[in-house]
């Protein structure tokens, strides 16, 4: 429920005001060296405060590493790591305990399980992404020793007009995933952009993927779309354009693996929001909350921690394709 | 690898030009009647030859029921199933398995294994989803039990203008899922909508997904989409209007479940088409086999498919959350 | 519910007098040469009519290869397989429909199901087992070609006095797996021993299973049963002795993996045996169908299977341990 | 690979003398009340120094829960928890890095992952148990709210006498499991003894696995095993006696499930111990640390802990056997 991936396995823990986030990967293979300043450094790029349109609470997202990493290398180990929740202020709380958000999870929760931690959310909260960046941020290092790079931007239109009267935004971010090697993904259930669409589909506020040409695709004729091999010079065959996105019958054939993801407008306004009490009488929410305007610069490290997951799972998946 | 969902579980087999399709569907409840007649002409709407533009083969997909299913009920035990694969001319196909088509999944499959069954496109042909049907058939009448319908429809704008020349076409498929109680799905990776997202991308050929207003979402402020609790006349809960698309926080609100995919054009043209034989030298590929111009009216009982699996599973799994 | 394996994984299907038993061998890597002759000869090692105590209902198990090998090969695709459902006489089993024999599972199945198949016991059939060794037998030979041989035997003292009066006997069958490299299986929940524990127990009428010295280690002082270490002559580091079975803290020491699986006695007696209908009034039975008296010989393959399928899938899990 | 179950699934990390052990048990349904008191004494049966033969290391395992409860009540979110490692003496174990202990994971580990943590076993330490311990504990609560409880004791041939210059002893314990209703268990690959043997033999030093009769089935006619069904006062149906160990065709039959699982001796002896450096030169070991001469009575939680987890997953999926 709370896990991703089959041979390299992120499972996450954590509520936004509780105790501490954290997680479990495992699954890492042993001996990969991993830099855990520059891994606090990843995880940083996810804090608030970051830029204009971004929340003012200073989360201090220290990423603290139990077990799995010693003397600078992975052992094998499942690596168990938490993150302090410290600076939440509960008491903003109280009335949202008793009423349901408007494009919350605030009222499917509670349909869910009968009850809910309110607090800053709890589990529904983005804080939950904290766990996968650090967990990502390992894959990324990772990866790295294998010349696979990863690049999320914010789209140039996304985030850009600065929302006025506490409205907020939402955008589309650009992720590319270089030096991945031809043959990476399960060509049935498994395809490789449908591991990605699940892995990204699970970021907070995302509604859309698309990979390659995506949506565009659906308007071209073949002979438009048609990505013709080349001979490299090296020898190697290739594509002379990308429209299939890195990826063909599921599986990677070499090319920059691009995609992109769709964020909703964020869904805390700070302006008065009318509603309704669980018991379904009226009420006008006043937010007094700390809270994003436009999260994509803040989503950036996470999408491309979810693109490294899912992509060092399936490298670690292809050695089992031959005996 | 060829294997979707946790407590409903489909696993399938089969080569395009082998002796069969087939599947085995695990997790069924026991006691949930199916009618085998119903379940036929489910499977015969993915038929070939339904439409103007779709190809002339006649695939005479005949569901073999081969355990499961006693006296018209399921036993709660798998059901196995199996299509027998006929009027199959593999004689086309021996030039294809000396070369890469374009768009195909030939490289990439001689890439991540070695080898491959050239003949029809082995199981990277798209009669791989027979068997998501004969499964997903079985799911829609369960589903149905339980008051939910799953609804796909080719979009107005997709596949209206004949193909010349051989050329092929893409598209849109819309999908709405009605009756869905609320508290489905699970809220960190397991989001319905990124559950769905990956059962839909792991059909051939698709390259986009979204929900709800799903990728126009990134241009809108969030008064823009905000979907406001209201009251209902029966005193349940739930929101005036849909942007969210009947998920919020990854859990099922109650409302409509609404979702697009893009599908790209047929990669195989009626035309010649220049590629490499595998060793790297030019070739002019001239196709003879017989495909569709546009799929997407045979793909309507896959996404349907795809769906009913998807929303059984966590109807089930949703039973666990409470002791 | 129905599946063994992680990466290489096994999901079966049928009831014993339904159209066929058969199952799905995923995971399979690509290349490897599968005898099909061979495969036939393994399968019928567990059929009826081998030995002096077993049935004489001949099911003529013809294993049919649906997909996943071609020309010889394994394709790296899903290899389906069925087994054809042949000479059951299904009304000998009127009256067991409606009453619960003792030591079987019809009254535990309508416990879980509310229904049943009762037909030659439906799934409860130690029939089932032959979709085991189809699989079973497939990874055998995929071993094989990594030098490592599996072998069991029944234990000498095991099924030797032929039951009189048309009882049955049970015994203990022996296993040991030579050639397995160091370094297999996962150190947690995940051990080698674990591993094959569960697949052993799963054999229908499986009660007891033990490594290396198992149960007589408990009576035993660790100074008794120290596995030294020693040089061999090529350099490599084995033990002089092997307590422990081949495994040491979960993981294969590259010694002989040995053993053993305490069966219990076949369950239906060739006598009348009383007990309730279902409604709970009682009734005596007596028997018509036909059994084995002593099923150990005919379990010699299936244990085989089991043991091969856990060896290969932790074979091949463990190239995911390094980058 | 560090995670068992399937929708109550539990997950650890930790490394003997890193900085701490812990978990994450996934899957819990929500609402349920955990008396964090009560949890801690549990945990607490595991210590060191409880009887005379055990270890004097003060482990200290103060429980710390860091999410997934709250307000005394499971929220239905992941569970996340550590224990954190005191007291722990890394100095003791500089010769154990260059050399492999006997009937310990040194050298497996080495051929496994290439490196290993050698301070106090690292991973491969039985103080790895004190996650599923924690795990456990709340898994208990659970059952007691839903009338299921188990007992583990220490047969009553084990442990008795007291081992002499520096030797250790194995031994037997006994588990049973209470009010389990009937119809838990998946009949193929997840039969519930299945699913027990594999909980089982994962606990550090297990060697051997069996219920009800167990071995002693192997030697017995079919007749002297049979459990007869009877009519209860109450009018449910039970058996007169329990042969089968409360388990039927892997399914449990509401009798008492009962299981008896064989612990090697502790492999650390207080003796010098002749063994080999990794490059193959003797060395006689002195062995320093602190280590229990009999584990059994400290095992009686971590059996009981299993026991939990695989009974109440299982109480959790038998839901989905029905719509």
Redesign the interface.
């Known amino acids: ?4 991936g ?2 390299l ?1 992120l ?5 936004s005001h ?7 990967l ?2 890492m ?4 060296a991993v830099d855990l300043d520059e891994l606090q450094r990843f995880v940083d790029r996810r804090r608030t405060g970051q830029s204009a349109g971004s929340s003012t609470r200073d989360e201090r997202d220290r990423v ?5 990493i ?1 003397q600078g ?1 992975t ?6 790591f ?1 993150v302090r929740n410290t600076d939440a202020r509960s008491t903003d709380y109280d009335e949202i305990a008793r009423c ?1 958000r ?4 605030d ?3 509670d ?7 309110p607090r800053g959310g ?3 909260s983005a804080r ?1 992404t904290v766990a996968r960046v650090v967990a990502g941020g390992i894959a990324v290092q ?1 990866l790295q ?2 010349g696979i790079t990863i690049s999320a931007s914010v ?1 140039a ?2 985030c850009v007009t600065p ?1 006025a009267d506490g ?6 971010i650009e992720c590319t995933v270089k030096g991945v ?11 490789l ?3 990605l ?3 990204m ?2 970021i ?1 506020s995302v ?9 565009d ?15 490299r010079p090296d ?1 190697s ?1 290739g ?1 002379s354009t990308n ?3 890195g ?8 090319e920059d693996i691009v995609m992109r993801i ?8 700070m ?1 008065p ?4 009490y669980r018991e ?1 009488n009226p009420v006008v929410l006043h937010p007094r909350g700390r809270h994003d305007a436009c999260v994509l610069p803040r989503a950036l490290p996470i999408v491309e921690s979810m693109a490294a997951i899912v992509i060092l799972d399936n490298y ?8």
């Open positions: 429920m709370n896990t991703i089959k041979i396995a499972t996450t823990f954590g509520e509780g105790s501490a986030m954290g997680g479990i495992d699954g293979p042993a001996g990969v603290e590493v139990l077990s799995g010693w290398k052992l094998g180990t499942p690596i168990g938490v349901y408007p494009n919350h999870a009222f499917t929760w349909a869910k399980y009968g009850l809910r931690d709890g589990r529904a939950e990772a020793r294998l789209d239109q996304s929302p409205d907020t935004l939402g955008g589309i090697p031809a043959g990476l993904g399960e060509p049935v259930f498994g395809k952009h449908a591991q669409a699940a892995a589909m699970s907070p509604h859309g993927f698309e990979y390659g040409d995506g949506f695709m659906a308007g071209k004729r073949g002979s438009e779309v048609m990505d013709l091999f080349v001979k020898g065959i594509t429209h299939s996105g990826i063909q019958g599921g599986i990677s054939n070499g769709a964020f909703k407008p964020v869904p805390t306004l302006q929001v009318p509603t309704l379904g670690l998946i292809r050695k089992t394709n031959v005996l």
